[in-house]
């Protein structure tokens, strides 16, 4: 009998109303059930809501910084249990145990930010125009969160979103991505065992068509925080205008690192395979365009393709993988389709482009590390995020070229540029069109407590991570405090 899973409603572990349930199995195993969990429906999300709504008055009046504290329990516990949980995630998803470490890892860097944020959450005060007046003001909580998250980063996403959310004094109601919602599970369960009151996290598991757009239209949801594509996110905004939610949207990327003639080329090269291939490409920081120098070119791609062909697929939680599966069937797929497009368009294939079947990978998602080279600007493969194994080579003239290239995406995600000239680095610096960018790094490997975000269809201006996530969970309250004793009227009475 496979496990069953709940979902978190008021502090109660139940099953969905219309009991209904999907099933979630290893990615690089197809016949490992995972576990069996509640496909829920309208009503589950409304029975959250009302729940979160409920419990807000109490968590709103909770002081922060005890707040905070639970928030330090839940980071004591993910440490205790962190190989535990990468272990689960990777046989959930598929990422090699290194990474799902690393993705715990950055949960837990962002519970302690959180705890300790609790002490800060720093307001201002400023000197009123008027005598025997003061002006202050703080940052509240805004009501109860809709939090809709990926597969990809299945720990850290959600703590990126959920705990500031929670320090600042709202409420959750947690709709994770259905590839991975036994993670989601566990991190739920390590908040009840913190400490989170009732009412104040609640996980309703199940598809975006019916939990997802239930959360965007409930009238009783005051933000959303999104992780996922540009095409979600834009109808996720256009639905959540009708009851003028705050909303912050992480969206796709197309990422690309450029090589100079004067890099350290073994860099360059550690780099963009780690950031092509680590997380099989799943990443939205994930490098899918490589911009190489024409007067390095040719070496270079010579050494990538070697280096490529020697990376080893396998179950994520083996010794010595370097590259786990696809998540799913539907974008093994996708893949496979870029792959031929790319061909269509006359780019040449010179690594992968197939399924990866040898021995055990046959039960599996896998598909080969993909290079093409010969990519022209406008070609799909350099236009489009393919989420999977396959990268773009784009050869260019000069470093003006390299970065009118780059910046040629509606994306603007992270970007990273090989150099050793300070020169050209800077003028890459400011001249890049992207959130993120890395100088002699990988377009991968942002720090949890950094602003996490990018431009154009990137996103819609909010930056998670760092400090700046709670700007997005918080409100300004403004109080103007007049002890003079007689009316003051601003702008008039001191002019
Ligand atoms: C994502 O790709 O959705 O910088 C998040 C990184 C990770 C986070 C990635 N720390 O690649």
């Known amino acids: 009998m496979p496990e069953v899973f709940q979902n ?24 490992d059930l995972i576990g069996v969990f509640p496909k829920s429906t309208v009503e589950d999300v409304d029975e959250a809501v009302a729940a979160a709504k409920a419990a807000f008055d109490a968590w709103r009046l909770t002081p922060a910084p005890k707040r905070g504290d639970i928030l330090r329990r839940v980071g004591d516990l993910m440490v205790e249990r962190k190989d535990e949980i990468a272990t689960e995630m990777t046989r959930e998803m598929g990422k090699i145990k290194a990474e799902t470490l690393g993705d715990v890892q950055e949960g ?8 300790t944020e609790g002490r800060r959450m720093f307001g201002h005060t400023a000197p ?16 109860v969160a809709g939090i809709i998250t990926p597969w990809n980063f299945p720990m850290a996403i959600p703590t990126w979103k ?61 933000l959303i925080s999104f992780t996922g594509s540009s095409e979600v996110g834009k109808r996720i905004s256009a639905g959540a205008s009708e009851t003028l939610k705050r909303v912050s949207l992480e969206l796709g990327g197309k990422n690309a690192q450029i090589v100079m003639p004067d890099a350290n080329m073994e860099l360059a090269l550690d780099g963009v ?11 939205c920081t994930a490098t899918s365009r490589l911009i190489l120098h024409k007067d390095i070119h040719d070496s270079f791609v010579e050494s990538l393709v070697e280096r490529a062909s020697k990376l080893r697929l396998g179950y994520g939680n083996d010794q010595g993988v370097d590259v786990g599966p696809c998540v799913s069937e539907a974008q093994r797929n996708t893949v496979h389709e870029y792959v031929e497009i790319g061909k269509n368009e006359g780019a040449s294939l010179v690594l992968g482009g197939e399924f990866a079947t040898d021995g055990d990978l ?44 780059l910046n040629d995406s509606v994306y603007g995600l992270s970007s990273s540029i090989y150099t050793q000239d300070v020169n050209g680095a800077f003028r890459a610096m400011r001249d890049i069109e992207a959130g993120i960018t890395y100088i002699n790094g990988p377009t991968i490997g942002a720090e949890a407590h950094m602003p996490f975000g990018g431009v154009k269809e990137t996103g819609n201006g909010h930056r998670e991570g760092g400090w700046t996530v709670y700007e997005f969970f918080s409100e300004w309250k ?8 007689k009316l003051q009227r601003a702008q008039i009475d001191n002019y």
């Open 8 to 31: 978190y409603i008021d502090g109660k572990w139940v099953d969905s109303r219309g009991g209904a349930t999907f099933e979630n199995r290893n990615p690089a195993d197809w016949d």
């Open 108 to 115: 837990i860097d962002t519970a302690y930010y959180a705890a």
């Open 128 to 143: 009123s125009e008027l005598p025997n007046k003061m002006n202050i003001s703080f940052r509240i909580p805004i009501g």
């Open 162 to 222: 959920i705990f500031p959310a929670l320090v600042c004094g709202n409420t959750v109601v947690f709709k994770p991505a259905s590839y991975t919602p036994r993670t989601a599970t566990t991190l739920v369960r390590i908040l009840e065992e913190a400490g989170v009151p009732a009412g104040v996290v609640n996980l309703v598991h199940g598809g975006g068509s019916v939990v997802g757009n239930r959360i965007v239209e409930h009238p009783d949801i005051r």
């Open 273 to 283: 395979l780690w950031g092509a291939f680590g997380t099989t490409g799943q990443r």
């Open 362 to 405: 046959a039960k599996g998602w896998f598909y080969k590390p993909t290079i093409f080279v010969d990519v022209s600007r406008d070609m799909r493969i350099a236009r489009e995020e393919i989420f999977g194994p396959v990268l773009s080579v784009l050869k260019v003239d000069s470093l003006d070229e390299a970065i009118d290239v």
């Open 478 to 485: 403004v109080v103007y405090v007049d002890f003079s004793g």
